[in-house]
């Protein structure tokens, strides 16, 4: 699910950068700095998922205490969802993985040292 949902987001910035790096470097610098781009976005997407399971190990401490809290939980995850995908917010977070340009530009920015890396947790995080 997680591949389906977040591959087309991840998909124009990624295959530009990509681009990028195979047009300027070559061998094993280039597989290096692919794969800093690449680990870059799954270090954000798990320091996410670290946050994640945190909340729900709280959250699961809570529900054993107190029955009802679970419904209230799951009415307030819902409601979340439902801001972020009515909210501004998402149109701000497509914006940016849907304009690869814009992107490039900005990440050109970037001092060099473990840029890739820092790139792909940029986009990671968006």
Request: glycine residues 10%; proline residues 5%.
């Amino acid at each position: 699910m997680m591949a389906a949902m977040m591959l087309p987001s991840l998909a124009p910035v990624a295959l530009t950068w990509v681009q990028a790096i195979n047009r300027s470097t070559a061998g094993r610098v280039r597989a290096l700095r692919i794969t800093e781009f690449i680990g870059g976005y799954l270090l954000a997407w798990a320091g996410f998922g670290v946050l994640v399971y945190a909340a729900l190990a709280a959250s699961g401490h809570l529900v054993n205490s107190h029955p009802d809290a679970g419904r209230w939980i799951g009415a307030g995850a819902f409601l979340l969802a439902g801001v972020q995908q009515f909210g501004p917010l998402k149109r701000v977070c497509l914006r940016h993985c849907r304009s690869p340009m814009f992107q490039l530009l900005r990440y050109a920015r970037f001092r060099p040292w473990a840029k890739d890396l820092r790139v792909g947790a940029h986009h990671g995080l968006y």
